[in-house]
C-alpha cells in the first residue's frame, strides 16, 4: 500500500506499507483538520501550495 493521507494505525497490517515520514503525512488522523467532504482535493495542511500533494508524490520507485 502507498500512503500518506493516513497513518499507519489506520489501515489493514501489511508488510508492504510505503509512506514517507519526511513529508506532510497522516493529516486524516489529525483531529484538529475538518475533512470537507465535497473537495475531492482536500489537503488542509498546505492547500493550493506546491506542497499540496507532497504525501504520496515523494514516495518514489527507488
Request: proline residues 8%.
Amino acid at each position: 500500500m502507498i500512503s500518506g493521507f493516513t497513518h499507519p494505525t489506520n489501515e489493514f497490517e501489511t508488510p508492504y506499507r510505503i509512506v514517507n515520514f519526511h513529508a506532510c503525512n497522516s493529516f486524516w488522523n489529525d483531529p484538529r483538520m475538518r475533512f470537507d467532504h465535497k473537495d475531492f482535493l482536500w489537503r488542509p495542511r498546505h492547500a493550493n501550495s506546491p506542497r499540496q500533494f507532497e504525501c504520496t508524490r515523494l514516495i518514489t520507485a527507488d
